[in-house]
């Protein structure tokens, strides 16, 4: 990923597609978790869990991305080399 600095914006912006998707699929499943049957109460559950591993993932993403420095700059942080 190095090489290539315009996949940067590109896995920003499905990193953070990736933590909107799970927002939304936990707020829909706690819909079916509301409902009195145990199949709708699993289902939901299921649907709770993607959207948090969804979740996780986009913000470990976004994470990694915002940590490391881009492939452009030669000195990490503003910081001068050493040698």
Known sequence: MD??????????????????A??????????ALSLRGPADVIAGASGFVAGAILVGSGLVSLTMLATR???????????SEID
């Open 69 to 79: 420095p881009p492939a452009t700059t030669t000195k990490a942080f503003g910081g």
């Open 22 to 31: 799970g927002g939304l699929g936990m707020l829909v499943s706690l819909l």
């Open 3 to 20: 090489s290539t600095p315009f996949l940067r914006p590109v896995c920003l912006a499905l990193a953070a597609l990736a933590i909107i």
